[in-house]
């Protein structure tokens, strides 16, 4: 993991660093409309300072990764403040938006994929096929748009909030009612954002649950008299899981990429729309924080699901 990360971050600084030109030029142009001149010349210092623009690229990276590993990210562009405290504020929305998802994710694909294995061959597995590749060609961005025209804003369906992820309030109500307040906020984003995941582990779950019904062992539970739920729960579900947990590593992650797009679309302050921001104001202290956080989370997602993999499979041990 360690070497992979230094790769990663190695690279996305040289890229910076290429860009590092155009970028000095045109820091007092960007800054001007928010900030004055002599902030403008302090914010600069502290940005080649932090960048190591003045160096060659080796020894700016290593002064960088030293801050970085202790969270000194600098200060954005943006407003002044601290790169770090910023993450902090809004990484909880994106986490609860990204842990939303995944349950709707593993919710539906796993009832929807042993239910289609188990109707393989039937009008119902025909229909959804055509039906989940129409869904599955649909862009995120548009998919997002329309059940934000449709379901929110009272257009045609008032049945969800048009944006922010709590209400006027919001401090007065009880937990519970926060709860429901965050969740009733934040389901139209998690649709959206896990649609596709959804589909597609469906379709995997049902090729690999029917795959897993014509092995031997199937046979033989069947022989035996066993009913069909306990074959089909017990035997060939705990069996087709092994292939699946392997794609828990990368689920999180490219969630994690979606929400750049569905958190700028439902204005929800999270990383995502946090990074949306960022690459339009060209403020580079919060793209190499991202940059580095989605490394990390992406690593550990790996990590995470070859601990998993030898949890579920009984043949792997981890050493």
Not at 91 to 99: A, F, K, S, W
């Given at each position: 993991?360690?070497p992979?990360?230094?790769?990663?971050?190695?690279?996305t600084?040289?890229?910076?660093?290429?860009?590092?030109d155009?970028y000095s030029?045109n820091?007092?142009?960007?800054?001007?409309?928010?900030?004055?001149?002599?902030?403008?010349?302090?914010?600069?210092?502290?940005?080649?300072?932090?960048?190591?623009?003045?160096?060659?690229?080796?020894?700016?990276y290593?002064?960088?990764?030293k801050?970085a590993?202790v969270?000194d990210?600098?200060?954005?562009?943006?407003?002044?403040?601290?790169?770090?405290?910023?993450?902090?504020e809004v990484?909880?929305?994106?986490?609860?938006?990204?842990?939303y998802?995944?349950?709707?994710?593993?919710?539906?694909?796993?009832?929807?994929?042993?239910?289609?294995?188990?109707?393989?061959?039937?009008?119902?597995?025909?229909?959804?096929?055509?039906v989940?590749?129409?869904?599955?060609?649909?862009?995120?961005?548009?998919?997002?748009?329309t059940?934000?025209?449709?379901?929110a804003?009272g257009?045609?369906?008032?049945?969800?909030?048009?944006?922010?992820?709590?209400?006027?309030?919001?401090?007065?109500?009880s937990?519970i009612?926060?709860?429901?307040?965050i969740?009733?906020?934040?389901?139209?984003?998690?649709?959206?954002?896990?649609?596709?995941e959804?589909?597609?582990?469906?379709?995997?779950?049902?090729?690999?649950?029917?795959?897993?019904l014509?092995?031997?062992?199937?046979i033989?539970?069947?022989?035996?008299?066993?009913?069909?739920?306990?074959?089909?729960?017990?035997?060939?579900f705990?069996?087709?899981?092994?292939?699946?947990?392997?794609?828990?590593?990368?689920?999180?992650?490219?969630?994690?990429?979606?929400?750049?797009?569905?958190?700028?679309?439902?204005?929800l302050?999270?990383?995502?729309?946090?990074?949306?921001e960022a690459f339009?104001?060209?403020?580079?202290?919060?793209?190499?924080?991202i940059t580095?956080?989605?490394?990390?989370?992406?690593l550990?997602?790996?990590?995470f699901?070859d601990?998993?993999?030898?949890?579920?499979?009984?043949?792997?041990?981890?050493?």
């Open positions: 993991m360690i992979t990360l230094i790769g990663i971050t190695f690279i600084y040289s890229l910076v660093r290429l860009s590092s155009n030029r820091m007092s142009e960007t800054m001007n409309e928010q900030t004055a001149a002599g902030r403008n010349s302090a914010i600069y210092k502290e940005e080649m300072k932090l960048f190591g623009l003045d160096k060659p690229i080796p020894i700016g290593f002064n960088w990764i801050k590993a969270l990210f600098g200060n954005s562009r943006k407003d002044g403040r601290k790169v770090t405290q910023r993450i902090i990484l909880p929305n994106t986490i609860m938006l990204n842990l998802s995944v349950f709707l994710i593993y919710i539906f694909s796993v009832c929807a994929g042993l239910y289609l294995a188990v109707k393989r061959g039937t009008k119902i597995d025909q229909i959804s096929s055509v989940f590749f129409i869904i599955y060609s649909i862009p995120t961005f548009w998919l997002a748009l059940m934000l025209t449709f379901f804003g257009e045609y369906l008032n049945l969800f909030p048009l944006e922010g992820i709590i209400t006027t309030g919001f401090e007065e109500k937990v009612e926060r709860f429901f307040n969740t009733w906020h934040l389901t139209l984003p998690a649709i959206s954002l896990s649609i596709g959804i589909i597609f582990l469906t379709q995997f779950i049902r090729s690999n649950t029917l795959e897993v014509n092995k031997q062992f199937i033989s539970a069947r022989a035996k008299g066993l009913t069909e739920k306990r074959v089909i729960f017990v035997h060939a705990r069996n087709s899981m092994i292939p699946l947990v392997t794609m828990i590593g990368m689920l999180i992650p490219s969630l994690f990429g979606g929400s750049v797009i569905i958190e700028s679309i439902y204005s302050p999270g990383l995502g729309m946090m990074v949306f339009l104001s060209r403020d580079l202290p919060v793209i190499m924080a580095m956080f989605s490394a990390v989370l992406t550990l997602g790996i990590l699901s601990i998993l993999y030898s949890v579920v499979n009984p043949k792997i041990r981890v050493s």
